[in-house]
């Protein structure tokens, strides 16, 4: 246990196994934002694809038994000088990507000084039996909770303060049996994300994201609500979340890749969702996500039921399902759900076996199996 206090870190935190690291009310570890500081790079999963680069502010790998908890804060101070690296990132993005679609060994892909992909908050890696319970996350670099390879892993009563750039709140990432529940996220991107890698380099991987349970969360979101994808070439199934609550997103429920991805996200249950805005869209499927970059992997969504949402305003559309001609997205179940008002209520191609039950927008009920958007038309513009 930690005595009360704030503490600057000059360094990355390693957790060790079959070790809690306890933080009391009144605790503060305060990182010292100075990239300088989490060198030499470490092995991690940037966006969807390995590399070695700036170390993750927490970290740990292959560790069993790891814990932290408590109600102190963790404050990455991300602010200080890694977000700066946003608007200059594309180069070494583009070129890990690069890395990674042609098979490059790892020890090809070290980012280390003078390179800008922003280091992670908290990435377990191939890590089983983790615990995050009770803390609070504040301005992270980049994506905030990030377990990668990890399996049983519980994040329960954990708040997420982040509003920075990409500071997506929780991104299972290739994990099994992962729970996440009574957690409140406040975040500049993605609430919650579930992923399994990007392209060719998760391919190689092979290793899913599966058995998922997200239950009892509070978002509010300057992007996404509760995702997968778009980094799920490695495959997303059986994901089931209920009873949460959106006060704001741009889409609230959200599945999303393109077709450099292929994969498959199957069998995926939401409900019990209640929302107060989405400016995009309350239930979008999105196969077409930007960021492709011409390949011909058409990622397969099936196997989803959405039931029980309550919505009070979609902006574009209450529904978005956009699938692909030679892969459209298949056995859809939409069923119970109220958006009191909408710009447009649907927009649906390329889809099969879609039904909706008892759904309704601004009062009138739409047809079990609604025709489809016709080729002609063009959407309505859609922000990410």
Same mark, same amino acid.
């Given at each position: 246990?930690?005595?009360?206090?704030?503490?600057?870190?000059?360094?990355?935190?390693?957790?060790?196994?079959?070790? /809690?690291?306890?933080?009391?009310?009144?605790?503060?570890?305060?990182?010292?934002?100075?990239?300088?500081?989490?060198?030499?790079? @470490?092995?991690?999963?940037?966006?969807?694809?390995?590399?070695?680069?700036?170390?993750?502010?927490?970290?740990?790998?292959?560790?069993?038994?790891?814990?932290?908890?408590? /109600?102190?804060?963790?404050?990455?101070?991300?602010?200080? =000088?890694?977000?700066?690296?946003? #608007?200059?990132?594309?180069?070494?993005?583009?070129?890990?990507?690069?890395?990674?679609?042609?098979?490059?060994?790892? =020890?090809?892909?070290?980012?280390?000084?003078?390179?800008?992909?922003?280091?992670?908050?908290?990435?377990?890696?191939?890590?089983?039996?983790?615990?995050?319970?009770?803390?609070?996350?504040?301005?992270?670099?980049?994506?905030?909770?990030?377990?990668?390879?990890?399996?049983?892993?519980?994040?329960?009563?954990?708040?997420?303060?982040?509003?920075?750039?990409?500071?997506?709140?929780?991104? #299972?990432?290739?994990?099994?049996?992962?729970?996440?529940?009574?957690?409140?996220?406040?975040?500049?991107?993605?609430?919650?994300?579930?992923?399994?890698?990007?392209?060719?380099?998760?391919?190689?991987?092979?290793?899913?994201?599966?058995?998922?349970?997200?239950?009892?969360?509070?978002?509010?979101?300057?992007?996404?609500?509760?995702?997968?994808?778009?980094?799920?070439?490695?495959?997303?199934?059986?994901?089931?979340?209920?009873?949460?609550?959106?006060?704001?997103?741009?889409?609230?429920?959200?599945?999303?890749?393109?077709?450099?991805?292929?994969?498959?996200?199957?069998?995926?249950?939401?409900?019990?969702?209640? @929302?107060?805005?989405?400016?995009?869209?309350? @239930?979008?499927?999105?196969?077409?996500?930007?960021?492709?970059?011409?390949?011909?992997?058409?990622?397969?969504?099936?196997?989803?039921?959405?039931?029980? @949402?309550?919505?009070?305003?979609?902006?574009?559309?209450?529904?978005?399902?956009?699938?692909?001609?030679?892969?459209?997205?298949?056995?859809?179940?939409?069923?119970?759900?109220?958006?009191?008002?909408?710009?447009?209520?649907?927009?649906?191609?390329?889809?099969?076996?879609?039904?909706?039950?008892?759904?309704?927008?601004?009062?009138?009920?739409?047809?079990?199996?609604?025709?489809?958007?016709?080729?002609?038309?063009?959407?309505?513009?859609?922000?990410?």
């Amino acid at each position: 246990m930690v005595a009360p206090g704030d503490y600057l870190l000059r360094g990355p935190l390693v957790l060790l196994g079959q070790v /809690e690291l306890h933080l009391p009310r009144g605790v503060t570890l305060r990182f010292s934002g100075e990239p300088a500081d989490f060198l030499p790079p @470490v092995f991690q999963r940037w966006e969807g694809t390995e590399v070695y680069s700036h170390s993750p502010l927490v970290t740990a790998r292959g560790a069993s038994d790891i814990a932290i908890t408590g /109600e102190g804060v963790l404050d990455g101070q991300g602010s200080r =000088a890694f977000t700066a690296w946003q #608007p200059i990132q594309s180069p070494d993005q583009t070129r890990l990507r690069d890395l990674g679609r042609d098979g490059a060994p790892l =020890a090809d892909r070290v980012f280390g000084a003078g390179t800008f992909l922003r280091p992670s908050f908290f990435q377990p890696i191939d890590c089983e039996r983790v615990l995050l319970e009770g803390v609070t996350f504040r301005d992270s670099p980049f994506w905030v909770i990030h377990p990668t390879y990890c399996r049983q892993v519980i994040i329960r009563g954990v708040t997420v303060d982040s509003l920075n750039h990409n500071n997506d709140g929780c991104d #299972p990432d290739s994990c099994t049996d992962v729970l996440i529940e009574r957690c409140t996220f406040r975040t500049g991107d993605d609430s919650i994300a579930i992923k399994s890698g990007r392209d060719q380099d998760a391919w190689r991987v092979g290793r899913p994201c599966e058995r998922v349970l997200v239950r009892d969360c509070d978002l509010d979101s300057r992007i996404n609500g509760l995702c997968i994808g778009s980094e799920m070439s490695g495959g997303v199934r059986d994901v089931f979340m209920e009873d949460c609550r959106i006060a704001e997103a741009t889409s609230a429920l959200y599945l999303k890749s393109n077709s450099d991805r292929g994969g498959a996200i199957e069998r995926v249950a939401m409900r019990r969702i209640a @929302v107060g805005r989405a400016s995009t869209a309350l @239930v979008r499927f999105e196969p077409n996500y930007h960021s492709h970059r011409g390949g011909e992997a058409h990622p397969a969504f099936l196997n989803i039921s959405v039931s029980d @949402v309550r919505c009070g305003l979609a902006d574009t559309y209450a529904f978005y399902v956009e699938g692909n001609p030679s892969r459209p997205i298949s056995d859809v179940l939409l069923r119970n759900i109220v958006v009191d008002r909408a710009g447009d209520p649907l927009w649906l191609r390329n889809a099969q076996q879609i039904r909706f039950e008892n759904v309704s927008i601004g009062g009138t009920l739409l047809p079990e199996q609604p025709p489809h958007t016709a080729d002609s038309a063009q959407p309505r513009e859609l922000r990410m």
